[in-house]
C-alpha cells in the first residue's frame, strides 16, 4: 500500500541565501512563499514551500521531504521506521501548517521528512522573470548501498520500483501519483545529485537554456530524451551551491499498477542500447560528479 503520494518539500543549505534565492527566482521562475532571517521558502504553485534555503558555512542536503497519502499514512511511516530501527531526527513537521510530519535517518544517513500535505493556499499564477516550472518533480539521491535504500522506501513507505539497472547500481521508485519515478537512487557517496522540476512545456528545456547563460551557468547534460520507462525529456545544469538541477517534461505515468512490471536496463548500454539518452549522447562527466553532501546539522543537533 502507497504511503507517499508525491515528492514534498526539499531543504537545501546554501553557503549564500541571497544569490541562491535570486537565482531561484530569476532563473528558475520560483516565487518567496515565505522568508526569515536566514531561510527562504520558495513554490511555483499552490503549494506553500516546494524548496526552502538555508543560510549554513557549507551547501547541504538538509532534508528530503515525500508528501504522505494522509495524516494516518505519516502515523503509519512512524511507527514502521521506529519498530524497524531508524533513528527519528524529528517529530516536527518543516513547513508550518502542515498538519503532521517527521524527520527519521535512512540507511544513507539522509534525513527523510514523511509530512502530510503542505498547504494549498499560494497564488496559483504570478508574474515572473524566470521560467516557472510546474512542480517540484523528483530527487536523485547517492547511497552507499542502493538494495537497501530501495528496501526502506518500500518496507516502510510503501513505494514501488519502477525500473533498476542490471548491476542495481541505481533504481527509479515511485509513489501513489504513478509518475515513473519520485526518487532515483545510485550508487555514491551519500548525498543529493540532483533535485528535478517538472515543465510546464517542453519549449520551457530550450527557455531554461536561455536563462543559464544570462546566470554563467552551464549545461552539464542535454537537452536530451531519456528512455527506460521514464520516457522524459531533460536538460541538467549546476547551481551556485553545486546541486544539479534538472528541468524534465513528460515524465510517463504508470496508469495500471496491476499489470506494470519493473523492466531490468544495462548500466553500460552497448552499442543500440541507449537508454539513458535516445538521442545518443551520453552522461558528460559533470554529470557523474557529486552533487550535494548531506548535512551535519543533525549530527550537531544530537552532539547539543
Ligand atoms: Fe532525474
Redesign the pocket.
Known sequence: MHLIAQLGHLTIETANLPVAAQEAQDMLGFRISMRDMDRVSLTSNRRRAEITYIAAACPAVRSIGLEAVSVDAVKEAHRRALSAGFEILSMEPTVRGTEAGFVFQGPSGHAFEVHSAVPRDQLPDYMTLGVRPARLD?V?ITVRNVAETRDMLSEILGMKLSDTADDETFLFMRAADGYH?TI?VVQGEPGLH?Y?LEARDVGDLFRICDQLSHFNRPLVWGPGHHGANAQSY?TYYRDGDGCIV?H?YGMTKIANESIYRPQVWPAKPGPGEDWLNLWGVPPTDMFGSPGLPLSDCWQRARVA
Do not use: G, K
Open positions: 523528483h536523485s519515478h532515483a540532483h528535478s531533460f534538472e524534465s
